[in-house]
């Protein structure tokens, strides 16, 4: 099959968010993150990579069950997975020899996350794919978006960690690039087997040079596997439209994604239950489809391993849904 002819046939397929900030379900010291996503809890409150690194030494979902959360897609009429293996937190969600902060070295769980999906997604025919922070990196002294400023109001203001690395001048982003981002993506482009695409996301720092090095090093890996606009400097292989952006008509490209969340959160926030209800899901999967669009669509397990109860119900009923008007 065309290396793009599945991402045409696909449709539908799920994101799962999940990490450390997942411990902290959109709260810290009695406060909560209201109106903003919980996986940038650590940035929103801007914890010092000292304490926000101690939820490592409590990260043991002891439910965590790959299969499940593969089936649960599949019987919803997914036909692909995006997993977070590195968010912008910089902990791996795999087995990295890069860096110890990672699920296996860092963690009294000691699995590989990573590995465990990419041998349910093979067992029950779904697509894998993995989304890859490659420019913000608070764990990282060199992360990038230090060029940026400030970018929003209130507590989120910044994309750098400039908490712990206050002197934005002295940021090199090449050192962390060279030092972490590179060698992670070979690892994950090298280490699980057939990935449908790799996900980017917040190109903000990269220079041209640095995409085309990037881009080409998944092509020479993966030379099937697609990469999406995120990269940047006008990089990538299909569209990601913006966060939660439903277009009217496609954008031009000929193969094109919107992201999107069930309630309004990507990682797990404990009380955030505006969820989208299965019929307007259907509703949306619907519109975007029949313009030649993907609905990739979130869920974001809690710190047992869980998906939620409203995310699992609501796929759930999408998936009755959908083959109830395929019989019609």
Known sequence: MDSKQWFRDAKFGMMI??????????????????????????????????EYSKLADAFNPVFFDAEE???LAKNA????????????????MFGSQVSTYNVVDGTPFKRDVVEELACACKKYNIRLGLYYSQDLDWQHPHGGGYTMGKVWCGDA????????YPDDGSKDYSIC?????KPQVKEILTGYGDLCLIWFDVPVTLSREQTDELYKMVKFYQPDCLV???IGNGYGDYESAEDNFIPDENSGMKLYESPCTMNDTWGYKSYDNNWKSPEEIIRLKEHLNSRGMNYLLNVGPDPLGRIPGPSADILRKVGEGQKKAVCI
């Open 77 to 92: 009429g997914m036909k692909y997975i995006v997993f977070t293996s590195k968010h912008h937190d910089g902990f791996a």
């Open 69 to 71: 959360w593969v089936r």
């Open 177 to 181: 690039f060279n030092e972490k981002i």
């Open 228 to 230: 999406n606009s995120r």
């Open 157 to 164: 203001a910044y994309l750098t960690n400039n908490w712990d």
């Open 17 to 50: 968010h999940w990490g450390l900030y997942s411990l902290l379900a959109g709260e810290w010291k009695g406060r909560r993150m209201n109106g903003y996503i919980g996986e940038w809890a650590q940035q929103y409150f801007r914890i010092p990579l000292k």
